[in-house]
């Protein structure tokens, strides 16, 4: 659901629109409510806006709960193939999330931060404005 022809979309988990001069890849999988800017890329086999019981979010959170929380992709972000990005996460403006990069819930990337292949940022952490995170790095605390 659209709030207008040229602002941002609002995903569902089933019918996922294309916000405008996006590219969305084959097997992209939507939780919640996600709001996706303009010229996002994301690539095969994501999965975005997912409650990540496995770092204990879901303690403090329950199902019904995470249906009002937002994900949001800001303009320019670019998240590679078999990526994750939990439930109320803020991916930031020309951020790059490589292959197999995964972002707890919660948890936000300021504007050009990168995660490299494979980096991992747990749940309520704050990654600062053109930090890079090298692959294979779990990041537990901002």
């Known amino acids: 659901m659209a709030h ?4 941002n979309m ?7 629109l294309k916000g405008r001069r ?3 890849g084959r097997g992209v999988r939507f939780y919640g409510q996600v709001v996706i800017h303009d010229d996002v890329y994301i690539g095969d ?18 199902r019904e709960q995470s249906s009002n929380c937002i994900t949001t992709i800001h303009r320019g972000a670019h998240i ?7 439930i109320g996460t ?5 951020c790059w999330l490589d292959f197999r990069s995964t972002v707890g819930s919660f948890t936000i990337l300021e504007q050009e931060a990168e995660l490299w ?9 704050t990654i600062g ?6 692959g294979f790095v779990a990041m537990t605390r901002g």
């Open 10 to 16: 609002i995903f569902r988990t089933t019918r996922p």
């Open 117 to 125: 292949y494979g980096a991992q940022i747990h749940n309520r952490v």
């Open 4 to 7: 207008n022809k040229n602002e």
């Open 45 to 62: 086999y994501c999965v975005i806006g997912y409650l990540m019981d496995d770092f204990g979010i879901d303690q403090h959170l329950n």
């Open 129 to 134: 404005e053109k930090s890079i995170v090298s």
């Open 22 to 24: 996006c590219k969305i």
């Open 90 to 94: 803020t991916i930031g403006e020309d």
């Open 80 to 86: 590679r193939p078999f990526s994750i990005i939990g």
